[in-house]
């Protein structure tokens, strides 16, 4: 059973989805931690309805990101998480947990990367008239968006469709999309422990 943290800053769908895909066995994992920079999100109440220990900080309380990140880091170690996932989580990952964690964070970006990395990527892909767009699963790296890709799908954008059409689409794409690909890695980690 692999141990997970989720970190989140917004709504949580993509974290309901997993908690509702290890609630019916279909993803081996354990969320030992919901981790947020945004302590009234809706992520941190799913997470509570689920009965997972929440970690909530504000950002403006640190003195910067190595500061808040250590104090994740400890958090982590205490219940031997071993890969971080990121579901919206709206803040740049920085090299204390990039280090303590090499390819072992993951994230959900609602675009086909390299197109329209950073904050509203659906906003952008309609307003460039793109003809799809979709939804990518990566490592995370230094970078906004920019780590290796692990999976990809495409979404066709219907002309003349508006955002929440889009949206709508692209979320339920994510929701069965994240869990199925952390599936397939969390087995490979189980049969070939440390390859990756
Ligand atoms: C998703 O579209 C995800 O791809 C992006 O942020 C959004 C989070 O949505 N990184 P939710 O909070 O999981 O509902």
């Given at each position: 059973?692999t ?5 989140a ?5 993509n974290?309901?989805?997993l908690i509702d ?5 279909k993803?081996r994992a ?9 302590p009234?999100?809706?992520a941190?109440?799913?997470?509570r ?5 929440v970690l909530a900080?504000?950002p403006a309380d640190?003195r910067?990101?190595?500061?808040y ?5 400890e958090?982590?170690a ?8 990121l579901?919206g989580?709206m803040r740049?990952i920085g090299s204390?947990?990039?280090?303590l ?7 959900i970006?609602p675009?086909?990367?390299p197109h329209?990395?950073?904050k509203d ?5 309609l ?9 990518t ?8 968006d920019?780590?290796?890709?692990i ?15 889009l949206?709508?689409k ?7 999309l ?10 490979e ?8």
């Amino acid at each position: 059973m692999t141990r997970i943290a989720v970190f989140a800053s917004g709504n949580g769908s993509n974290l309901q989805a997993l908690i509702d895909a290890i609630g019916q066995g279909k993803l081996r994992a354990e969320i030992k931690l919901v981790v947020s920079d945004r302590p009234d999100c809706h992520a941190l109440q799913r997470a509570r309805s689920a009965g997972i220990a929440v970690l909530a900080f504000e950002p403006a309380d640190f003195r910067d990101k190595a500061h808040y990140e250590g104090v994740i880091a400890e958090e982590l170690a205490k219940s031997r998480v071993e890969y971080l996932v990121l579901a919206g989580y709206m803040r740049l990952i920085g090299s204390t947990l990039l280090q303590l964690y090499p390819r072992r964070i993951i994230n959900i970006h609602p675009s086909l990367l390299p197109h329209f990395p950073g904050k509203d990527a659906i906003g952008r892909a309609l307003a460039a008239g793109a003809a799809e767009t979709g939804v990518t699963v990566h490592y995370v790296d230094e970078g906004i968006d920019t780590g290796p890709v692990i999976a990809q799908e495409r979404i066709a954008v219907v002309p003349g469709e508006g955002r929440a059409d889009l949206e709508q689409k692209i979320h339920a794409v994510e929701h069965r999309l994240y869990p199925q690909v952390l599936r397939q890695i969390f087995q490979e980690e189980e049969k070939w422990p440390g390859v990756r």
